[in-house]
């Protein structure tokens, strides 16, 4: 039996218990389940340099494999990643077994056809250039298993992320990452501990690549996408920061440079939008590295 199914001793009696130490509970599942990332740690850094050393090319893409609440969880880290990193949007894929419309309730049965998830994967024409993240808490959900034996037969770097350390999917992949939650609180809800510990494994893989791919300096958002308000004002105080100029230098640059971030903090430093793109194209997209071009 998966250890996500098993019964968890610590719940018994739960429904009887006061709501406070129902609360009590519950959050301790919650926080066992980001200690248990810690563990998984060697094993995310291996997964982002695989992944950074084939995205860096420029081609390939990230697709995203999954069911259930283990898909949602894998849809959202994806569908951050234009806005935060300024990702192409056409380099993110998601291939779910319950779709990409969302509605009250996930239907069990789409997650048991195998056959589907390898047609939807081969439809996708999955390279050797492409990195495919499945994540699934039991790591045995026949659909995922199946797209990902289709994208790691097509060449593509597979990475699987599950709950349970027999889990074929761990097996099956180019680097398997075990993010050991143990039993859940209330057993066999993966969408608690489970998934809690896939948001955060996810997110800290994604950040990873993205970092090493040059589109993160200082912890600040260089590739982020404005189009809003909000992050028109984030854009602003990023440029601010790193330049060293007030708030008019920075909107002035920002305009010059078409909103490019990074164009816009190599312009407030002195650059001409010309000069900044090509800095930029000199230093690979590195803010870093044009900076020190510049200096020089």
Not at 112 to 119: K, L, V
Not at 256 to 281: I, M, W
Request: aromatic share 2%; proline share 4%; net charge negative.
């Amino acid at each position: 039996m998966s250890t996500t199914e098993t019964i968890n001793l610590l719940s018994k009696g739960m429904d009887a218990r006061d709501d406070e130490a129902i609360a009590r509970l519950l959050v301790d599942g919650q926080t066992s389940a980001i200690t248990a990332v810690a563990s998984a740690v060697p094993a995310l850094v291996a997964a982002a340099q695989a992944a950074v050393a084939l995205l860096s090319s420029g081609n390939g893409r990230i697709i995203y494999v999954g069911a259930g609440s283990s898909g949602l969880i894998a849809a959202l880290d994806g569908m951050e990643l234009a806005g935060t990193f300024g990702w192409p949007e056409t380099r993110t894929l998601f291939i779910l077994a319950n779709g990409h419309v969302l509605e009250p309730g996930l239907p069990g049965g789409a997650e048991d056809d195998g056959e589907r998830g390898r047609a939807e994967m081969v439809l996708h024409d999955p390279s050797p250039a492409d990195v495919v993240i499945a994540v699934a808490a039991s790591g045995r959900t026949p659909f995922t298993l199946a797209a990902t034996a289709a994208a790691r037969e097509a060449g593509a770097l597979t990475v699987g992320l599950a709950n349970n350390a027999t889990a074929p999917l761990l097996a099956r992949v180019d680097v398997p990452v075990l993010i050991g939650t143990g039993p859940e609180v209330i057993s066999g809800s993966t969408r608690m501990g489970a998934g809690t510990a896939q948001k955060a494994a996810l997110g800290i893989l994604s950040t990873m690549i993205m970092t090493r791919l040059g589109r993160i300096h200082d912890g600040l958002m260089v590739d982020l996408r404005i189009d809003n308000d909000k992050l028109r004002r984030r854009a602003t105080g990023i440029v601010m920061h790193i330049a060293g100029c007030d708030e008019a230098a920075a909107v002035a640059a920002l305009a010059a440079a078409g909103d490019h971030v990074k164009s816009a903090v190599l312009v407030a430093r002195g650059a001409t939008p010309e000069q900044a793109r090509r800095l930029l194209t000199a230093a690979a997209d590195n803010l870093r590295s044009a900076l020190a071009l510049l200096e020089a």
